[in-house]
């Protein structure tokens, strides 16, 4: 039986007139129509680098718009090629995200499950592989695999992500003890290296969102409750960031930050009352 998926790949000249055909918003894309410019040789009707190459370009391209549908399947075709040729660990990595990630415009779970699980896989799939089987995207839920997968990003990679997971599965006593100082102490350190390595806008908004929790099952003083609105008023900025990237599925979380805050200002407002108070 023939495997389709090996029975051509994509030369540089191909690469030339599907790129050169693609429909896409120019004004909305400046970044793909300056990347286009520099790879496409209109003299020789050739790409100038690799396909997997201007793939991976692309894909960093246009953060704040939703992927079109022509830069989309040269994409998916070229990654393809990569990892289908010479089994290569990155393009199955870029593959998942390209399904994983909303602002490409072709979420599909089942997909993206599929090639963060390939066997040869790298680092930055463990981690997103360790969130599939932590929310049960594309595949079951099973806290045992998310948690070796996480312990193996956040050992191995160091990742912010990996690191407020397990800090989830703490929290919660998600196949492992409860334990809500180790989540704390988790989320803490995945704050930091989220700093250190400058990760996204939505990784940030998520620590803050569980440090605000954290706090919140703490006795209610005004400490507490500063923290926890601090947390929560920096989440929905992050959030809120992050958006403008089209991930539209962020809307209820900014919604439910919202609720929070509104929830932290009652306990301060009891607070401040109760000092009022005159005591009798």
């Not at 100038?48 to 190459?53: F, G, L, R």
């Not at 919202?258 to 108070?277: A, G, H, W």
Request: glycine share 4%; proline share 3%; net charge negative.
């Amino acid at each position: 039986m023939i495997n389709v998926e090996k029975e051509w790949l994509m030369t540089p000249d191909v690469a030339y007139e599907r790129l050169d055909r693609a429909i896409y918003n120019h004004s909305a894309c400046p970044e793909t129509a300056h990347i286009l410019y520099l790879y496409l040789n209109d003299e020789k009707r050739e790409i100038t680098i690799p396909p997997k190459e201007l793939a991976k370009e692309l894909m960093e391209a246009d953060k704040n718009h939703l992927m079109d549908n022509d830069i989309f399947n040269f994409i998916d075709k070229a990654l393809r090629d990569g990892y289908y040729s010479i089994k290569d660990p990155w393009a199955s990595y870029y593959l998942g995200c390209l399904y994983y990630f909303e602002r490409f415009n072709n979420v599909n779970y089942e997909k993206a499950f599929n090639y963060f699980s390939k066997k040869k896989h790298i680092g930055p799939s463990t981690v997103l592989l360790g969130e599939c089987y932590f929310y049960g995207r594309g595949t079951e839920q099973n806290f045992e695999k998310a948690f070796f997968c996480l312990i193996q990003s956040a050992l191995t990679d160091n990742s912010a992500r990996s690191l407020y997971l397990l800090g989830d599965m703490y929290l919660n006593g998600y196949y492992v003890d409860k334990d809500i100082p180790e989540a704390n102490d988790l989320y803490f350190h995945a704050l930091e290296v989220a700093d250190e390595v400058d990760s996204s806008s939505e990784t940030k908004a998520e620590i803050y969102e569980r440090l605000g929790k954290v706090y919140l099952l703490r006795p209610k003083t005004l400490e507490t409750l500063n923290f926890a609105l601090k947390t929560f008023n920096l989440a929905e900025q992050h959030y809120l960031e992050a958006m403008q990237e089209y991930m539209f599925s962020l809307k209820d979380k900014v919604k439910e930050i919202r609720n929070l805050q509104m929830e932290v200002r009652e306990y301060l407002d009891d607070l401040i009352l109760m000092d009022k108070e005159p005591v009798s």
